[in-house]
Every structure is written in C-alpha cells, then in structure tokens.
C-alpha cells in the first residue's frame, strides 16, 4: 500500500458530495487552491463521471496516492450552494441521518444537478402591450386567454407565478403573444416596494401583536402567532415581510400545501410590488430552476413555497414565516425524511433572523417549547371581522337509527341551511364509497392480495382499491366464494356519502372534495369556481376541505366519523384529531353569517372530546401534553425509528436482529431505550413484511450520538444487502 497522500504546495484536496445514498463524502486532488467550497465539479467515478459538489478542502487525504483521481472539470465560476446553506444542510443530514450527498443534492433544482450552466435560467417575464389592454378592456378574448389577459393587465409576472395561478397558461400565452397583445420582456431590477393604500389599519390586537414581535430586533428569535383562522395571522406576516423588505431583506415563507400557495401568492402580490420567486411541486424544471436562481441572487424579496423550499438560497436573509406550522405535510415521509418547519428553524438560527410560525392549533412541539420559555408566544384571540366562534353540537349516535352514517338530526339541520339557501360542509376522512365490501351470505370480504387489508370500494371506477400499497382490481358483481349475489358495503366514504346526500336533496349541487376528485392540477379551486356565493350547496370532502378558500357563504359544518381517532394505536392520534376538529370547524360562518358545528359521534363523553369542547384547543393540548409527560412521550422524550420491510420474512429478521446487537454492544447504546424489534402496525404491505425498531431517550444529544455511531454499521451489515431500511429522526407517524 502506498503512504497517504500529502499535498504539495500546488494541489488541494477536495471533499465532494455525490448523489448516492452513502454517508460520505470523497475525496479528489484538485489544482491549485482547489474549487470554492458549493461548486459543482464533474469527477470521475467507478468507470464513468459524475457531477459533484465540493463541501470544502483539506490538505492531506486517507486515500492512498494510486487511487486519488483529479477533478475533470469545475463547472462553476460562483457557488451553487453557498456557505450558511451548506452548514445548514450538513446539520440537517447528521440530525435526521441523511445520507449527505442526497441531502445536498437533494437542495438543488433538478435543473442544476446535471452540470447545466447558471446563466441558462434567464428570467421570463411576460406583460400585457398597450393593444393587449385596450382588448382586456373590450371584453374580446374568452376562455383562458381572458383570464391571462387579464391577470398580465394588472401586473408583469414571471412564468413559475403564471405557473402558480393559471396552470395551463402557455397555450394561450402563444395566441396572445401571436396577435400581439402580450409579450416577453427583459427582467427590470427595480427596487421592491409596498402597494400604496393596500394595507388596513391594524386592529389593537393585531398592534400589540406586531409591537411584540418587532421590538425582539433583527437576530434569531422564534415566535409562535397563535390565532384562530381569520383572526389576521397572515396580515401580521404580511407587515413583518414589509418591513424586511424596507431593510432590501428577503422572506422566505412557506406554506404545508401546494393548494394553498396561489391564495398566499394572490395576497402578497396584492400587498408588494416585488419579485416574488415560487417555489413547489407543480413547476417545470426550468422555471424551479429560475425561482431558485432569483432566491439566491436577492432578485426575489421573497421566496413562497411547499416544504422543500426551505432549502432555498438566501443572500439578503431578513425573516421566515412558517404558517399552519402543526400541519404534518412538513415533514416529509420518505427518502431524506426532515421536517421543513424544523429545518426553518436551524436555518432562521444560523442565519441569525427572526421566525414566526403561525397556527390556530399549535404543535404539541411547538406548545411545550413555549412552556419552556424557548419561543415566545403572541395571541390573536379574535377573529378581524367580530363574530361569535360557532357554536358546536355533539350528537351522541348511541342506540340511533342512521342513513348513510348520517343521524336524523344532522340531516334536519342540513336541510334548514339549504332552505335558507345557505351551504353546509359534511366533512368525513375517507375517500371511496366503503372501505369493505363484505358478502352477507358467506362472510367473505375483499382484501388485498399484498397486505392482507380490505380494500376500499370505489363504485364510480366499479374498482377495488387498496390505500395501502395502491394494488387494483376490479369490483365482483358476486361473491368470488360463494358466487351468491349479497355483496353489501359496509361503512361510508365521501363517495357514498355524495350519491346519498344528492339523492336526498336532488336541486342542490353536491360537491365531492377529495384526492380522488381533486387529482388534477388545481383541481379544487376548480370545483369552487362552479360554486356561487350565493347559492345552497354541499360539500362533502375529506382533510383536503380543512383549510384555505374562504367560503362566505358556508355557516354548517358537520364532522361524522372521526370515532377512529379516538381508538388509533399511535400517540400523535389525540393531537391530530384535535387540530382536524378546530381547523374543520373553523370553516363555518366566516363571513357576516353565524354558523354551527355538528359533531356525531360514539363516545360523546370521551376525555379529548369533551375538554376540547369545554376548553378550547389550549385545554385539550395541554391535556394531551400531560399525557406525553406522563407515559415519557415526545416532546418529552426523543425517539427514532429504523424501518424495514423485505418480501423475505428472514432477511427481515436477521437484519433486525443484527441491527438491534450492534446497537446494544456499542457503547452508546446505553443511554437509550431500545425497543423491539417488533412487526410494524402494518406487518404487511405490497407483499413485504415490516418490521420496526424504536429508540427513545430523554436526551436529545445521546439520542444523537448513537444514531451517528449506529448508521455506518447499518450501512456494513451484511444483512442489509436487498433490504430496504431507513431512520425516521422524531417520526410524526409510528406507520
Ligand atoms: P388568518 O391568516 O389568521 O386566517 P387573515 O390575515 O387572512 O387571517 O385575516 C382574515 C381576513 O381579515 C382577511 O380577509 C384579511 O384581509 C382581513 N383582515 C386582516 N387584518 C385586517 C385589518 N386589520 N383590517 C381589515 N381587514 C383585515
Ligand atoms: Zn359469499
Ligand atoms: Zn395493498
């Protein structure tokens, strides 16, 4: 073996990031004083090249002198990733064992991962000409040229916001381009400025609230902005972006979903005449590419997106507004699993900048963080428009003949609100039209060949449908097994529970909300837009109708079937359902009307249920809090979960097995408490069988510690050959 390579004075060593599922880097000679820190490199690796980033230099390498390759080539002049972005996702890939040049690359537009050079994202920015007013004035374009005629008469805009607000715009922007009356024009850096006159006067409230979060100055400093929905959360962000942005700082402010990104983007444009650069899963490359760019360059005063536009650049950083930060699609469920809210927080601290995170029904996390004097907290008790919060009517389905799941005193108030031509929300948490279809003649059910479930009846698409790994099939007329024809669902999901509440009221439009009918680009704000005002309706949808779209003209909300929750295995059931009930209810009655909540239920005398209604969300948080405390729960304690799954019921075991041992035997294995391993919640799924291993320590840093001595030897055990596995750090499900 030759002696390690020391570097003369000429040559560097750089550390590069690869693209792989290893928790290393590698190591590369490079000319001179080497390659700045986050550019992109392409190097040689096994027999062909690859495009690497550089995550710093050092002078000497463990590599032996015959086996260190050269850089090919550095692909950049300035760094992709700059340095506060690289320690930020350094700290993120050790804290939820990502692997790091996943981690990294994982940060970058799809776009830039290639070796594409900066420069090709020019801007695309396109206006209405002065012939292109005149014809949105005149009414003479229908359809969706109108629309985007009329959207670039009010403002130029960029193509990831067109891409955000009319999806689809091209093909008109190609007629009206043709005839004239729009065009393409070259980015203008001008400064960002606030629309005049577009901001209300502050309620006291919203006054106190904005005094208190401003007089904590400049540097890091977390809040939480407490307020029940309309209670102007979002105009107190709206003044602190303004105020950033009078300081020429950015804001990054992020949203848990994609639907609720044009309402956001609407909002600030209605405030900012600003660059704005969107950032979420709806783009093409090119244009996330772009967005990204103007992040890092500063030409964006603000940067709005879905969780993984917390891994924007920022060059002039000033403020981070997390909103709905309970929501669980922060955390993202598989392949590098972060939380995005979490990760806005290391990143606001090293940035040394403020973050707000708002929520009407705060994370437990979050709460207990108050507690402790971590954040400090701001309240919007009332609601901007005063009104009385709706009052909330538990129907207690005991011994009580139903319709459809449906008790006879939620269908008389269904009826008394379409009378007075008012529109109800039905809110049920399961998609489909029943999730079993069993024969009454011989028992038999349909399940899923591949993880032994039932399958859930879509009546509609006569399919059967399993919601675990996704298996198809079609729908029997008769039973497979005993070829009677008795086949009944059992049970109701949205679907169902539509085709019963149009045939009830046939002269009112019945809207289904769900992923099912939701699947296409903008899907909902599409089913909204067929609704009136002022006209009686129902919707009937599942979480995706919790939140966004203000529909003034909605004063009921009835809840059925949330009974499952209160019956779920996983610890984070209580606090989910909680947050689901406030946020559902929230939609009654926002505008000058006064609503009403319906809750049906089984257990009317249950803990959660009652406190939360007596109490309010506080009330039941912190009941639920004390319960964490008292059975050692996060956030009292830190808890990581390595899952596995393999066709193979041995490989499964052994590597289990083997995991568990090699924890136990080192040392820092101690200072935890291991559990398992044991068959997951759900053993079976697509035809694997899964297993789970939890670790939980009152000590975040032990917790920490063996993670980082445990991964590499997960990585070298033999067992883990053709299994999957991977580390959930603070998993918001025990699935
Ligand atoms: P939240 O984000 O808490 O749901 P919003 O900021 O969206 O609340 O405010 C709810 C509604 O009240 C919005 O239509 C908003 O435009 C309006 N609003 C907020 N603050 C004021 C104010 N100070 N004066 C008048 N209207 C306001
Ligand atoms: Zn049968
Ligand atoms: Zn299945």
């Not at 940060?107 to 090709?120: E, F, W």
């Not at 002065?130 to 805009?157: N, V, Y």
């Not at 840093?701 to 883990?720: C, E, M, N, T």
Request: with cysteine; glycine share 8%; aromatic share 6%.
């Amino acid at each position: 073996m030759s002696p390690a390579r020391q570097s003369d004075s000429k040559a560097t060593i750089a550390r590069v990031a690869l693209p792989l599922p290893l928790p290393q880097t590698f190591d590369y000679l490079s000319e001179s004083s080497g390659p700045s820190p986050g550019c992109r490199v392409r190097v040689p690796f096994g027999r062909s090249s690859r495009v690497g980033i550089v995550v710093g230099t050092a002078a000497h390498t463990d590599v032996s002198s015959d086996r260190l390759k050269s850089i090919d080539a550095v692909l950049d002049h300035q760094p992709v990733l700059d340095a506060e972005l690289l320690v930020s996702l350094r700290r993120a890939a050790d804290y939820w064992c990502g692997a790091i040049g996943d981690v990294i690359f994982g940060a970058l537009p799809l776009a830039l991962r290639n070796g594409s050079a900066q420069d090709a994202f020019a801007e695309e920015i396109w206006c209405a000409t002065a012939a292109g007013t005149s014809a949105r004035d005149a009414r003479t374009r229908r359809g969706g040229s109108a629309a985007l005629l009329e959207t670039l008469s009010d403002a130029a805009l960029s193509a990831s916001e067109l891409d955000t607000l009319l999806p689809g715009w091209r093909a008109a922007a190609r007629r009206l381009a043709t005839a004239g009356l729009i065009e393409r024009i070259a980015p203008e850096i001008r400064a960002p400025c606030v629309r005049e006159g577009a901001s209300p006067i502050l309620t006291d409230e919203q006054a106190d609230a904005l005094a208190a979060i401003l007089s904590a100055g400049d540097g890091f400093r977390p809040f939480l902005l407490q307020g029940v929905t309309g209670s102007g959360k979002t105009e107190i962000y709206l003044r602190l972006a303004e105020r950033a942005l009078q300081q020429g700082r950015q804001t990054l402010w992020l949203v848990p979903e994609i639907g609720l990104v044009p309402q956001a983007l609407r909002r600030l444009r209605a405030r900012f005449d600003a660059r704005i650069a969107v950032l979420h899963s709806n783009l093409a490359e090119g244009e996330r590419a772009r967005a990204w760019l103007d992040a890092r360059s500063g030409t964006a005063a603000i940067v709005l997106g879905t969780r993984s536009a917390v891994f924007a650049p920022l060059t002039k950083p000033g403020l981070v507004v997390v909103d709905e930060e309970h929501d669980a699609s922060y955390k993202q469920q598989e392949g590098f699993r972060y939380h995005a809210r979490d990760f806005a927080l290391m990143r606001a601290q090293s940035l040394d900048i403020p973050i707000v995170l708002g929520s009407a029904t705060p994370s437990l996390e979050t709460l207990a963080n108050v507690e402790a004097a971590r954040y400090t907290r701001v309240r919007l008790r009332q609601r901007v428009h005063a009104r009385q919060p709706s009052p909330v009517h538990v129907l207690d389905l005991r011994g009580l003949k139903l319709a459809h799941g449906l008790s006879p005193a939620l269908l008389d108030a269904l009826d008394a609100t379409l009378a007075r031509g008012e529109q109800a929300l039905v809110f049920k948490n399961r998609r489909g039209y029943a999730p079993v279809l069993l024969c009454h003649a011989c028992g038999w059910y349909a399940r899923c060949p591949k993880c032994e479930k039932p399958l859930t009846l879509y009546r509609g698409r006569r399919q059967l449908l399993c919601h675990h790994c996704g298996h198809t099939e079609r729908a029997p007329d008769a039973c497979p097994y005993c070829h009677v024809d008795a086949l009944i669902p059992q049970g109701q999901g949205t679907e169902r529970l539509e085709e019963a509440l149009a045939a009830r009221h046939p002269n009112v439009p019945v809207l289904r909300v769900d992923r099912e009918s939701t699947r296409q680009r903008d899907g909902f704000a599409k089913l909204l837009d067929r609704l009136a005002d002022d006209q009686p309706a129902i919707l009937v949808g599942t979480q995706i109708l919790a939140k966004g779209h203000d529909l003034p003209n909605l004063t009921m909300v009835a809840i059925v079937g949330v009974d499952e929750g209160l019956h779920s295995v996983d610890f984070h059931a209580g606090e989910r359902l909680a947050q689901l009930i406030v946020q559902v209810a929230g939609r009654a009655g926002r505008a000058d009307k006064p609503g009403a909540v319906w809750l049906q239920t089984h257990e009317p005398d249950h803990p959660l249920l009652t406190t939360l209604l007596k109490g309010g969300y506080d009330t039941a948080a912190a009941l639920q809090l004390g319960e964490r405390l008292a059975s050692g729960l996060p956030p009292f304690t830190h808890m990581a979960l390595l899952r596995a799954e393999s066709a193979q019921r041995q490989a499964l075991d052994d590597f289990m097995g083997a995991a568990r041992d090699a924890l136990a035997q080192s040392g820092s294995g101690k200072a935890l408490r291991i559990n398992g391993p044991f068959a997951a919640p759900m053993p079976l799924r697509a035809g694997r069988h899964r297993a789970q291993l939890l670790l939980e320590s009152g000590h975040r840093p032990a917790l920490r510690h063996a993670l980082v001595a445990w991964l590499p030897q997960l990585h070298g055990l033999p067992q883990s050959r053709g299994l999957r596995w991977s580390i959930d750090v603070d998993p918001v499900d025990l699935y």
